[in-house]
């Protein structure tokens, strides 16, 4: 709607985990770092916490993508509020298995000999879990018992599991599954100054040669938003709009600040 009037190409702060827009600040850029370590080292399981609207899903898809290429068979859960049978099954699924078996013992000895395969193959098994925090107690224990399983010494599989703050605890109830979780970090929301060049690195992204924003404007988006990506973006697109609707040639913190007062956030 707006896109050729402010001279984008494409629209600059949709809330969609786009690898595309990952803007790697400092913690992204160490997130990211650890992720890829413990993929590659085979060291068992990571955790990534962090609020809502942070990135963590697009680091998810970032990780994907990076080690995409054939040396990883990946398998990505992003509804794990499932019980134990479930779980193992949409593990299956998302292994590349229609036919998932029904009872519990199947799908493990199905998930064991992918797992044999990959390695006598020379590939690394590597499972994915978002919204890791919804994981019931059981499901937990079944990861814990994959991270069991080895040969030659070496674990089979590596579980990188992505969730909000209380996946933390969650872990640490579990003595015997979080010393089998040996990479963890947690992803703070963005300072001022990262708040910025997050919001100039979009819009270059989607073609702006300069930002449409003005420092205050940015300002005036990092109080209110306190950092947080999904945030930022939600009232980015608006002030866009709402310059767009008025004829503006750039975003200040008067228009921040109306929509921000008119409640359309809400």
């Known amino acids: 709607m707006y896109l050729e009037y402010w001279g984008f190409k494409l629209f600059p702060f949709e809330n969609v985990p786009d690898p ?3 803007y790697l600040s400092q913690s992204h850029e160490e997130a990211l770092s650890r992720l890829l370590y413990a993929s590659r080292m085979g060291k068992g399981g990571a955790v990534l916490s962090g609020e809502v609207g942070c990135g963590k899903t697009t680091l998810a898809k970032a990780c994907i993508q990076e080690l995409s290429g054939g040396e990883f068979d990946m ?5 794990p509020r499932l019980e134990p049978v479930e779980f193992l099954q949409e593990v299956l699924y998302q292994f590349g298995i229609p036919d998932v078996p029904d009872s519990k013992v199947k799908c493990l ?7 044999a395969r990959n390695r006598k193959d ?6 994915l879990v978002d919204e890791a925090q919804l994981l019931p107690e059981a ?5 814990r018992l994959l991270l069991n399983v080895q040969l030659d010494d070496r674990l089979l599989i ?6 909000q703050p209380e996946l933390k605890g969650i872990i ?12 963890k970090f947690h992803l703070p929301p963005f300072d001022l100054e990262d708040s910025g060049k997050y919001v100039v690195f979009r819009e270059k992204k989607a073609g702006r040669g300069e930002s449409a924003f003005n420092r205050e404007a940015i300002e005036r988006i990092f109080k209110y938003t306190g950092g947080v990506p999904r945030k930022i973006n939600n009232l980015c697109d ?8 008025r004829g503006e040639k750039m975003i200040d913190a008067n228009i921040v600040e109306t929509i921000i007062q008119d409640g359309a956030l809400l």
């Open 75 to 79: 398998a990505l859960v992003v509804n």
């Open 122 to 127: 020379g590939r690394k098994t590597l499972l």
């Open 139 to 143: 499901s937990i224990e079944e990861i």
């Open 172 to 183: 640490k109830k579990s003595p015997q599954f979080d010393q089998r979780v040996p990479i």
């Open 158 to 163: 590596t579980v990188l599991l992505f969730g």
């Open 20 to 22: 595309r827009f990952l």
């Open 238 to 245: 608006l002030s866009l709009l709402v310059g767009y609707s």
């Open 109 to 115: 000895r199905s998930l064991n000999d992918k797992m």
